[in-house]
């Protein structure tokens, strides 16, 4: 019996943690989303939810030089990784607490599943997943 594995495809982009620079990862997660069956508003939230998810990095990492991003494209589904590399992030409760708590809730609700933590060491971890309209 052979498993068929699905088709993923993987773009990887690292950003300065500057406000300047979340336009580009903007305009690349843009790109990425309209290769999938978004309606332009899904592309338009998932491009709100990264530069929401970016600002929440440069406003609560002082000491983070770069921000990662991994976006997997599947069939039915674009999953986005946005990281910072900070060592001084604080520990927040998974984002419910503090100055990033608007801009997780706004990403919450413009995404179907959304993971959130900070670490004291080891920075900021979202994941996020838009789903293509009508896939399970």
Do not use: W
Not at 39 to 61: G, H, M, Y
Not at 108 to 119: A, K
């Amino acid at each position: 019996m052979t498993v068929q594995q699905e088709s993923v495809n993987v773009v990887e982009l690292r950003i300065p943690c500057k406000p300047e620079f979340v336009s580009v990862a903007r305009l690349a997660v843009a790109g990425i989303a309209n290769r999938l069956h978004f309606t332009v508003e899904e592309i338009e939230d998932v491009k709100l939810a990264v530069a929401e998810a970016c600002t929440n990095c440069i406003q609560r990492s002082p000491d983070a030089k770069e921000i990662a991003l991994t976006c997997e494209m599947l069939p039915e589904e674009l999953r986005i990784v946005v990281r910072d590399n900070s060592s001084l992030g604080s520990n927040d409760e998974a984002g419910e607490s503090g100055s990033g708590s608007l801009g997780v809730f706004l990403i919450r609700s413009l995404m179907d599943d959304v993971e959130y933590r900070r670490g004291e060491h080891d920075g900021m971890f979202l994941r996020m997943v838009k789903r293509v309209a009508g896939t399970s």
